[in-house]
């Protein structure tokens, strides 16, 4: 079956220490992978997405990941926490097949928290 | 920018009753989703609506129906609401054929007592 796992429920970093959100996959055929945030009583936010090419994307407000094709990963990093970065953050993957309908497959969440 | 707008943000309603779950964007998307968001589950598709009046089942189907009546709304109906249906309902769209994930509404609270 094809998946998304986070396997942590928290992260905890102290402000200005960097931060990484673990995500790993499991599809069929070439992913297309996603971050999403969701700050409280929110929507989820787009952050980036990895298609193709070079392995470290960038998003927005700093993120970035690396898609690691042999550890089926796709981390979620960035070098400066900020306070005002805790939220909820979702990995999600598009399962082969589904390109015309978009259907997205989400992991269970990771809620950051970063400390003054 | 595009626009998800769901109707209610928070809705308390009896076991029992008929709820519908109102979904508006603005931006002539085809693909249209309804979630459920639990804590520790994650987000799990309940419907999805690839064109206007084409339906598809996601993973949690059961004890929902959808409408797609025209391309900028797309209702989740909770036939019987039930205490498990108690959840935050998120709804999505998406253009197709372009690689970019989908653009949220804020979300419903449902509470059902």
């Known amino acids: 079956a094809q998946s998304v796992a986070q396997p942590e429920d928290q992260v905890n970093v102290a402000e200005g220490n960097p931060l990484t959100v673990k995500c790993t996959y499991s599809v069929s055929g070439n992913p297309y992978l996603f971050w999403y945030v969701q700050y409280p009583n929110r929507g989820l936010q787009f952050l980036l997405k990895?298609?193709?090419?070079?392995?470290l994307v960038k998003g927005s407000y700093g993120f970035e990941a690396e898609f690691n094709k042999s550890q089926t990963s796709f981390h979620l990093k960035k070098p400066s926490a900020l306070v005002s970065d805790s939220a909820l953050y979702f990995c999600?993957?598009?399962?082969?097949?589904?390109?015309?309908?978009?259907?997205?497959?989400f992991g269970q969440g990771t809620t950051l928290q970063v400390k003054p | 920018d595009v626009k998800v707008t769901q109707s209610s943000r928070y809705l308390v309603k009896r076991t029992g009753e008929k709820v519908f779950l109102e979904c508006v964007q603005d931006?002539?998307?085809?693909?249209m989703f309804w979630y459920r968001q639990d804590p520790g589950l994650g987000l799990r598709l309940i419907y999805f609506s690839y064109d206007v009046k084409m339906k598809e089942k996601g993973d949690i189907p059961e004890g929902y129906s959808v409408s797609r009546e025209k391309k900028e709304r797309f209702s989740l109906i909770l036939e019987s609401a039930s205490t498990n249906q108690t959840s935050m309902y998120l709804c999505?769209?998406?253009?197709?054929?372009?690689?970019?994930?989908?653009?949220f509404g804020s979300g419903t609270r449902l509470t059902v007592v």
């Open positions: 931006m002539d998307h085809e693909n």
């Open positions: 999505a769209s998406r253009f197709p054929r372009v690689s970019y994930g989908y653009t």
């Open positions: 990895y298609i193709t090419g070079d392995n």
């Open positions: 999600a993957v598009r399962p082969h097949g589904s390109s015309n309908t978009g259907k997205l497959i």
